[in-house]
């Protein structure tokens, strides 16, 4: 460590390089920590995790016994072993006792981007409730038309404020707080949506998997989804060696008027001259697989409709976007995990290791875009695999149940993981103990589920 | 106090970043072009060598600099992207001299990861398009129409993931881009790539190469006619096109730079990471190449960017150390170096750490730096103001006024010192023992009071009197001819050069006289209205020998008229408005006798005058001299505030001179003190060399090794460095020390050498409660190469004595002590991620030792600890600042509050009881406040951020101190409207904004600057023309003379 801040004092290593390396090095670090505690009020098996996205301060927790809490991850409530141990209670709790709150299991609990004012959970009594985080009162309720899995709102949205739902039903809701009405619907699954993702680069952009495997990409702005992604279109001969690229080359053109319009990579600002706009969007749309020419006559929108191209074979379980809004990560009860580009939708065919993952519920993945790596609840154990060679790089042995959801802090690279056993674990890189005084305090926190 | 902050640079930045060479401000000029972090230097070759013809700011940290020709194009445009995402392409206007903005744009993208390398901007050599990787996975294309204007820019996807370096290859059909990458498997490949523009993609390439050596970080394109592209490893150097591959093996090393010799690429200079320069030869039989070959020519400073110039000259430039301006010689000289220094640039950067010193003890502060890195580590000495070295003084009472004069016209030297007092004139000179003596010159009248003395053509000098013009012969020191002034009037003032002479008597006469061969003529003869103060025929222009314009002021109406010559016509007249009388007037200088100096440009060919200004030097009359020092003509204003004029970068600047009170001054450059001046004041005449002629005076002390700590004692008048010094010998080990220096000789006076692997990282000088000596204290920690993180250190504690340093006691510890601090007479640490306060107690034995009392843990890493008080600043690693508080009573120490933002702070300092100043990963300032009267826990518990800003520079240390003697109060408010009207009125270079600059911006957000003052740009307010000074003056509601003065007094802050 002396030596990289040396370097940087010198100019040596670039200062963002020097705190990605030293991410990385932390994050290879990780394990159970052994001086910060999250005491979990819930009564039942935590479905949801997520801290705030604006202080990286406030972690929500939604579990199956209907409750839903907040615990300040920053500034421990009390400290116990000689002041070692930092307890983080939950800050407030709802659950049933509370008179607006929900009737059966949350499934889903995430802040409200902007500010943690919000908060919001969907239930699995059908209903999604928005909740006042300073009163601890429900603000606004949506009645879906059955089990919510999935509640998401886009953490880049300046122009909307909408909840994208995925639920039993076929059709993707969108919930609009700013009128407290279903602003659309999105249909095209044929079956429940148990997996729901904005994009990282657009703010118009919805990713949803559901239980018919399918993966498709939304445009909210417009009608019918823009892209399926196909597990059997992979990118190998993607680019022509020279000889032979005229040929090639008249296919992509003719394909790149046909879906036209829509791309995750939006101009922003007009009067940014050289933003990437176009470019990333006919070069996105080049590569989309061809369609016979009679469904080209359709509507852009309905044409996809009749894609039934499945991403995984079963139920899409869980999706999660790269930060740098390149790369996709579906999970599936197939029990394999797939890594997609997103620009061309094409299965980089990464080979993940053999996992066993839950099928009968969503789970929530995260990402450490400094290290690369993808945390994939298995089973009863945290698993990380780096994204571009499928390797598994750590295993975090801790729960006794199934791990349903994972949730990482970039800012303080920390991996929060719940589970069936009720239990919230925070995983920290290892810190040496320096002091004098406390040696042989530490050895019974370690990994005790081994 | 305010919340508000003014940032201001005292010294601009001397890190070259950049260089690049091409014909930039006319087709026949040859410019070199160089970045320094936030600047861009134009400087144009010459014989002389290179003269500078612009230095502009850039809004921006300047992240590529590429010069490039558009077709149709006689001249170069230069293209710069900042690492803000902004670039812009400026082309020279030759008429303004200025450069203007030919395109500019934002280039960031909502997708994508900043690169962990840097940025890469590259321009296809046949001008099709612009290259540029910001962000890994991606490739943005700026293609170029027909006529050379930018179009719109679009991404293509990289699928190498760590790309290490992107060039564009010369002689493709289509532009073809070559990247060098590292897989999955940390193994080094080349690929190229063809941009197909219609599609907005790449086609792969003609060629590529696989499993490079594993150092390869650096591709060289080469130019037709052989084209292909030079791999740089670390242990071999590769050639590689689509049908030939060579390699040769080299000595290990890492190639930092590299420059092209000749325009058909067969010859380069690589630079490498310890300071030598090799030349490496593409050896080839027409378009074939054959091999490659290296030769070492010598060492320079380590390199960081190499621009060959012309006919054997190179520029290199360094981040490390000083820049250089090198000579290639065809012969190696003795140590066998064909290098040749010829020319050094100061370089203070990268300064790791620095410490305000009042070594003279005169309440001016002195900064001392651990600069530059490696072999070219210096400590550097940074005061403000100019020097006077004094040679010799002579006591002498009286002094009206001194001229020196040489003993023929050939002489270079200066022989007599002519030194006037009220009734009469003494001349001092030169003996052979090189002994200032007086001495007589016959022709001289040495009974009355001189008005003014000069050498003359013809070897003769003139002597004027209030009764007399005398012509002397300088070799028989004879009187040859004398002009007398008409009966009834005095000569009032004179002033001459070599062949003409101008006074003026009572009654408004003016009389022009020119010098012969022995000779006096009175050539005209004028009448004005009033009487004449002061007068002044310097030459300027094309003629040394005489002018053609005389600058007259006058009594009563209070002007200054300048007048042709020979024939005495009016040209102009400029009220100078008042009642003050001009006193003294040197070209477009005119001082004032209440201390003021207006300054005006003086049209060559019309005589007209312009761009009135008008500053304050001092109090007192101010008399001028020109004088010159290197090469260049100043002007030294002798007054209550001795100043030095000199012009720079097109505007006139002053620098304070290091004196109290100087009288008279005139330059004296004799054999034995040569570049001299001769200084009257109270008193006494004094003989010195001037310094460097700028507002900072910089001292080098070359260590030779790299200081990275540095504290000074004041008790022991001793600086004490943490030094590294790598072994010269290829293995690269490193040795630490502790050094003890003498602080007015700067020699090693005592060296305590560290264990293996142990660094220095930090030194403080203190003494504790109970204990009347000053210490030393050293932490350190123990660097294994296995560890990630240190978990062993010591805390050394010296006392000096005998000017050695003695180990009195040392304290092991559990990680590296990154900081060092006073604390209520005990000793506070940081350590790894705790905070540990030692008692310094004595034990029975009467040694003393160092024991643990409390700690405070809860840190990532406690890096930067300030204290005031009972409190403690602590910058985090990751987690931005937090407060503790000591608690006498219970020996504990405890969190009071913390910063929640995630900054990675680079250093901490206390501005006052409750506002802490931060410096941050990604170049920022920020200040917190303590909220002691908050309602809430958590209010009190929350350092609210008061103030953001971006400043541009990696901030390493803050220290209290200033290198001026006070500094004024300031009006923000005031401030800030003035800010922001300059912002509207100055025009950044490249159409970068200022307000988007300055604005605080880290991974997670932009945040526009808060109570923060950007003093450069305020300051610039006197660099403005007139017409734009009153446009921001109606805008602020305030005289353009009353927004002078006080900007003026913020420029004396540094």
Redesign the interface.
Known sequence: ???E??D?????I???????Q?KS?RIS?LQLSNNKDIVSPHRGSINSLQVDLT???YLLSGASDASAAVYDI??PTNYEGN??I?KHKCLFSVDKQHGKGHKYAISSAIWYPVDTGLFVTGSYDHYIKVWDTNSTQVVMNFKMPGKVYRTVMSP?ATSHMLIAAGTEDVQVRLCDIASGAFAHTLSGHRDGVMAVEWS???EWALITGGCDGAIRFWDIRRAGCFLVLDQSQSQLGW????LA?SAA?KV??SKSLSAGQNS??KP?AP??????????K??TI?RVPAKSSARQRLHPGMLSIQDRATAHYGAVTGLKVT????YLLSAGSDSRIKLW?L??GYNTLVNFEMVRLQTSKAIQLAIS?ETAQVFVPCMTVVKAFDI??GKMSLAFHGHYESVNCCWFSS??QELYTGGNDRQILVWSPC??????MDAGHTKDQDNWSD | MSVWNYVVTAHKPTNVTHSCVGNFTSPQELNLIVAKCTRIEISLLTQQGLQPMLDVPIYGRIATLELFRPHGETQDFLFISTERYKLCVLQWDAETSELITRAMGDVSDRIGRPTDNGQIGIIDPDCRLIGLHLYDGLFKVIPFDNRGQLKEAFNIRLEELQVLDIKFLYGCLKPTIVVLYQDNKDARHVKTYEVALKEKDFVEGPWSQNNLDNGADLLIPVPPPLCGVLIIGEETIVYCSANAFKAIPIKPSITKAYGRVDADGSRYLLGDHAGLLHLLVITHEKEKVTGLKIELLGETSIASTISYLDNAFVFIGSSYGDSQLIKLNLQPDAKGSFVEVLDTYVNLGPIVDFCVVDLERQGQGQVVTCSGAYKDGSLRIVRNGIGINEQASVELQGIKGMWSLRSSTDDPFDTFLVVSFISETRILAMNLEDVLEETEIDGFNSQVQTLFCHDVVYNQLVQVTSSSVRLVSSISRELWDEWSAPSGYSINVATANATQILLATGGGHLVYLEFGDGKLAEVKHAQLEYEISCLDINPIGENPNSSQLAAIGMWTDISVRIFSLPHLNLITKEQLGGEIIPRSISYLLCALGDGHLLNFQLNLSSGELTDRKKVSLGTQPITLRTFSSKNSTHVFAASDRPTVIYSSNKKLLYSNVNLKEVSHMCPFNSAAFPDSLAIAKEGELTIGTIDDIQKLHIRTIPLGEHARRICHQEQSRTFAICSLKTQSSADESEMHLIRLMDDQTFDFISTYPLDTFEYGCSILSCSFSDDTNVYYCVGTAYVLPEENEPTKGRILVFVVEDGKLQLIAEKETKGAVYSLNAFNGKLLAAINQKIQLYKWMLREDGTRELQSECGHHGHILALYVQTRGDFIVVGDLMKSISLLIYKHEEGAIEERARDYNANWMSAVEILDDDIYLGAENNFNLFTVRKNSEGTTDEERGRLEVVGEYHLGEFVNRFRHGSLVMRSPDSDYIFLEKLQSSLRKVIKGVGGLSHEQWRSFNNEKRTAEAKNFLDGDLIESFLDLSRGKMEEISKAVNVSVEELSKRVEELTRLH
């Open positions: 460590m002396w030596k801040i040396g940087r004092e010198m100019g040596k670039r200062p963002n390089s020097f705190s990605s030293i090095n670090n202080e990286g301060r920053q500034r002041g070692l930092a880049l990282t680069s657009s680019r022509p060696p020279v690229r080359n992509s053109v995750l990579g922003r009067q940014k001259k050289y933003a990437n706009g176009h470019g990333v006919q070069s080049g930060d740098d809004g390149m580009d620009e061309s875009q571009w060679s800012q303080d810190e040496p103990i320096t002091d004098d």
